[in-house]
């Protein structure tokens, strides 16, 4: 029996560290495949993750629901068929809807060995009310369909407002299992516990998966869509193209109705040989709080040579920016994910031209 566990989470959570923390404390000796579907052009978090032993699929294509939907089943079956794995761990992009990617399992898991073990979310505590405000379409799916919610940097605020903040998430998911202590307290092997401890969460889905049917399911207003157009989206004779459009996602809808991440979100990548100081790095992250400037940039990542040989290695979110020395790439990557997001003042600030 494979066990399935989703890990999804805003941009920026920390869903690739938890997923880091609970591989060395809370899976060994278990085969794991690891499926990511990162949003944008360049996939960045697979080195060390492949260093952990861990066999990795990456899916860069863009929509979640589009890419879950249509390679998922493929790229599931396909791991189950080579690697016979124990678990399988799926990172959907930090913009997916993780009732999407539910969805998906559901219709990918046909096979008796496969079950859903669990679905958490990695949630930023300092930022829940400004996701809230601001993607709430996005951010609040995440917590609504989650069984376990995983608060990362809670040591970083007061407890009134982590007490607020859990009070937020409560107002959408009153069942799920809520961590609220810094992960460096918790063994992995715990977190794991808070996440399985829901023993309804598959029954609780496979009710969810009959009242939405196989194939289509209804919105709100009872019409049938199909999968890619699910959010509310007119069919028109582009239909059957629905999940090959480009991923650029400089098409902005308004805020009305329902939207695919690739419509409110854009990601810029960058490959490049360039040589970078600390300094120049940290600059062109100060750079990126500028809205104005900038668009919103709600993450960037990337990993870049240094001018004295060593490489650096950044993330940003709004409010934090972490730059340290890691290993190398083959050459220096970068990817900024937000939006409306202005390209060439990006470009300008990463010293990078055309």
Excluded at 313 to 332: A, C, L, Q
Excluded at 336 to 353: M, W
Aim: aromatic share 6%.
């Amino acid at each position: 029996m494979t066990k399935i566990d989703i890990f999804s989470g805003f941009l920026g959570a920390g869903k690739t560290t938890l997923i880091k923390k609970l591989i060395q404390e809370a899976f060994q000796g278990e085969k794991l495949v690891l499926i990511e579907n990162e949003f944008g052009e360049i996939g960045i978090d697979g080195g060390f993750l492949k260093e952990a032993g861990v066999e990795i699929t990456e899916m860069n294509s863009g929509c979640i629901c589009c890419s879950l939907v249509g390679d998922f089943g493929e790229a599931l079956e396909k791991v189950l068929k080579e690697f016979a794995p124990d678990r399988v761990l799926i990172e959907p992009s930090g913009v997916g809807k993780l009732s999407d990617v539910i969805r998906a399992v559901q219709r990918a898991h046909g096979a008796a060995e496969v079950r859903l073990n669990s679905a958490t979310t990695v949630a930023d505590a300092s930022k829940c009310r400004m996701y809230m405000k601001n993607f709430g379409e996005f951010f609040n799916n995440q917590v609504e369909h989650a069984n376990t919610i995983v608060l990362s940097r809670t040591q970083n605020i007061s407890e009134s407002r982590l007490e607020e903040c859990v009070r937020l998430l409560r107002e959408h998911n009153a069942d799920a299992a809520i961590i609220t202590t810094p992960w460096d307290e918790l063994a992995g092997a715990q977190i794991l516990e808070a996440m399985e401890h829901k023993d309804s969460l598959e029954h609780a889905l496979l009710q969810e998966g009959e009242a939405h049917g196989h194939s289509c399911h209804h919105d709100h207003d009872g019409h049938e869509h199909c999968c890619c157009h699910e959010h509310g989206h007119h069919h028109d004779e582009h239909d059957e193209n629905c999940c090959s459009h480009g991923h650029e996602g400089h098409h902005h809808h308004g805020h009305e109705g329902h939207h695919h991440a690739d419509e409110v979100f854009t990601s810029w990548g960058r490959e490049t040989p360039r040589k970078y100081t600390e300094e120049e790095v940290q600059q062109a992250l100060e750079g990126l709080k500028n809205e104005e400037a900038c668009g919103v940039v709600l993450r960037a990542k990337g990993i870049l040579p240094a001018a004295d040989g060593s490489w650096i290695h950044f993330d940003y979110v709004p409010e934090e920016i972490n730059i340290r020395t890691g290993t190398s790439d083959y050459t220096g990557r970068l990817c900024v994910i937000g939006s409306k997001l202005k390209e060439e003042e990006l470009a300008r600030l990463f010293q990078l031209n055309g």
